[in-house]
């Protein structure tokens, strides 16, 4: 079956530690985002890869990194320096203009 | 900020009633796209429409887009509980360099009771 997989579901994370969130696509789509949704805030860009071993900063983007070593996979590392990284953490990738999005199910990051 | 709004935040309907969303926008776009997340979900794709565009039906879905007001809205006929999930608005922006980028609103919450 074609689509975009997170994982872990959920993810718990101890103050001062990096974790890392796992997408992988096989849609064979070029471009691929991270965003962030809070409660009553809809979704933010942490960051968006438009073709491999290319990515730029999306709108909070600071205290998360990301690689695009693949087409089919984009990894987004939450560093200790983000501060306050509760939050559901949605993938998406999309082809071509306008960019109709496909949505992997979620990671859940809860700060322990 | 190119961020759509949706309005209202909320929405409460009995099955079988229609619902209505809306969404504002700031800026010039190309196209303008719905989405649906149930709770704990990720978000599915509904139904886009074109800024050449002034409507669009899909099944039970109906957008409309009205570009000199810079809003559209969403229309759920016979609604049923399994509609029951929060609807976003997402629009791109007419700058002609960021492909694909999507900016997304805060959500109408549409609860149908049975």
């Known amino acids: 079956d074609g689509g975009i997989t997170q994982s872990p579901k959920y993810l718990f994370r101890k103050e001062g530690q990096n974790v890392t969130l796992s997408c992988e696509q096989n849609?064979?789509?070029?471009?691929m985002y991270w965003y962030r949704q809070d409660p009553g805030q809809g979704l933010r860009l942490i960051y968006y890869?438009?073709?491999?071993?290319?990515?730029q900063k999306g709108d909070i983007a600071e205290g998360y990194s990301v690689s695009r070593e693949k087409k089919e996979s984009f990894p987004l590392t939450v560093t200790s320096a983000q501060k306050n990284p509760t939050a559901f953490y949605l993938c998406?990738?999309?082809?071509?203009?306008?960019?109709?999005?496909?949505f992997g199910q979620g990671t859940r990051l809860t700060v322990v | 900020s190119q961020q759509g709004e949706e309005d209202p935040q909320a929405l409460s309907i009995q099955e079988g009633e229609n619902a209505t969303m809306n969404c504002s926008y700031k800026?010039?776009?190309?196209?303008l796209q719905w989405y649906r997340q149930n709770s704990g979900r990720g978000l599915v794709h509904l139904i886009l429409?074109?800024?050449?565009?002034r409507e669009k039906h899909s099944g039970r879905l109906r957008v409309t887009l009205d570009t000199s007001k810079k809003s559209s809205s969403l229309l759920i006929t016979a609604s049923r509980a399994a509609d029951t999930a929060s609807y976003f608005c997402?629009?791109?922006?007419?700058?002609?360099?960021?492909?694909?980028?999507?900016?997304f609103g805060r959500g109408t919450q549409l609860t149908v009771w049975p």
């Open positions: 849609l064979n789509h070029d471009a």
């Open positions: 998406a990738s999309s082809i071509g203009d306008p960019g109709v999005a496909f």
């Open positions: 800026t010039s776009i190309n196209n």
């Open positions: 890869s438009q073709i491999v071993n290319d990515f």
């Open positions: 997402a629009t791109d922006a007419d700058r002609g360099s960021t492909l694909g980028r999507l900016y």
């Open positions: 429409i074109r800024s050449n565009e």
